[in-house]
């Protein structure tokens, strides 16, 4: 059976076959879009004065890191500066790291973030000795 529609629909028909076609050749083609160039829809990403690419790196205090690193907040206890914080509390004569979760989009902020885990509690002679960013 043939399908036969008058001109004017054929070829307002014409141009959904070619996006089509153009769409199913980009998803089939196994190879995707793997070009990293410039973006040209939106501008890239900045930390401090360099770009980076936020689907492999994040920026943590104006340094490029990728999204697998990993710190010590104290010790026996890691988080990953990406996508978390380190927070020393103090709360009388205890000590504590608490790790919470960065908002994206929200200023850093230890008392309003949502807690991710609790480390140990730490004795003022390690605090003093940690390596951590106090916030």
């Not at 196994?30 to 401090?48: F, N, V």
């Not at 690419?53 to 104006?62: G, H, K, R, S």
Request: hydrophobic share 35%; with cysteine; glycine share 6%.
């Amino acid at each position: 059976m043939v399908l036969r529609l008058p001109l004017p629909s054929i070829l307002i028909l014409i141009p959904f076959f070619s996006a089509a076609v153009f769409l199913a050749e980009l998803l089939g083609s196994g190879s995707g879009i793997t070009d990293t160039g410039p973006w040209l829809c939106q501008p890239a990403p900045r930390c401090g004065d360099q770009t980076y690419d936020p689907l492999e790196q994040c920026c943590d205090n104006d340094t490029i890191l990728p999204l697998n690193a990993a710190r010590l907040c104290v010790p026996n206890c890691i988080f990953y500066p990406c996508f978390q914080h380190c927070c020393l509390e103090s709360q009388g004569s205890q000590n504590q790291a608490v790790v919470t979760f960065k908002v994206p989009g929200m200023k850093p902020d230890c008392r309003s973030s949502p807690i991710s885990r609790i480390c140990a509690q730490i004795q003022d002679s390690k605090l003093k000795t940690s390596t951590t960013q106090k916030e």
